[in-house]
């Protein structure tokens, strides 16, 4: 059973678009955790989001947390190809991580 | 500072073997994981152990086993492999803290495997 449903799961733009991942869930989660993996590699942490209506900045990429903590968003302005990747939510429940299937994001120059 | 390592990177298998993955940590986390990954499906919890001397199942523990072995170093077992068992293995370790929302969990490179 799949609590995180991730969408779009496949998105491809051009170098310089805007783009945006969506994370929602049925439940509520004590933290939500975004994660990216390039091929071959295992999943790297991004950030983490705790509380409702949080919004974090990591230079080009901005993630928000619903005042419901319930889904969450990651916006990425300006995407370049290094933005390439599949990114991936996790909801966190007592540190065991439940996680969405992903979307695979394709910047090309 | 290696972070997570495991072997092998891959592996083939013929249905009915069996195998040992290890994997090991070297950041003294308390906490180490073993997940599959799927097309499709994201990564699914197979075992955990939230410390040295306990495992427990996660979503989808069977056909597996697990030693926690020592603070470092956490091995899944498949007993007779079987061709659902193809995927992508990852190990992940953390410094877990029940009293905090921020519980990183840092992954290995994957183990790729095969079943025929």
């Known amino acids: 059973t799949q609590l995180l449903e991730q969408s779009p799961q496949f998105l491809s733009i051009q170098e310089g678009e805007n783009l945006t991942v969506y994370c929602n869930s049925s439940?509520?989660?004590?933290?939500l955790q975004w994660y990216r993996q390039e091929p071959g590699e295992g999943p790297v942490l991004l950030v983490t989001v705790v509380t409702g209506g949080e919004v974090k900045k990591l230079k080009r990429l901005t993630f928000q947390f619903g005042d419901a903590r319930k889904d969450s968003s990651l916006h990425i302005t300006a995407a370049q190809p290094g933005d390439t990747g599949l990114y991936l939510c996790?909801?966190?429940?007592?540190?065991?991580?439940?996680f969405g299937a992903g979307t695979q994001v394709v910047v090309t120059p | 500072n290696a972070g997570v390592t495991q072997t092998p990177k891959f592996q083939v298998l013929k249905t009915g073997q069996s195998m040992t993955l290890q994997c090991a940590q070297d950041m003294n986390h308390n906490s180490m994981y073993w997940y599959r990954q799927d097309p499709g499906m994201g990564l699914r919890l197979i075992y955990y152990?939230?410390?040295?001397?306990?495992?427990d199942k996660g979503e989808v523990p069977n056909g597996y086993n697990v030693s926690r072995l020592n603070k470092r170093e956490f091995s899944l077992r498949l007993e007779s492999a079987a061709p659902s068992q193809t995927s992508v293995y990852f190990c992940?370790?953390?410094?877990?803290?029940?009293?905090?929302?921020?519980?990183?969990?840092?992954f290995g490179p994957g183990t790729r495997l095969t079943v025929l």
């Open positions: 439940s509520v989660f004590s933290s």
């Open positions: 996790a909801g966190d429940s007592w540190g065991k991580l439940q």
């Open positions: 152990s939230a410390s040295e001397g306990t495992t």
């Open positions: 992940a370790s953390s410094h877990l803290r029940l009293d905090s929302y921020y519980n990183e969990q840092f």
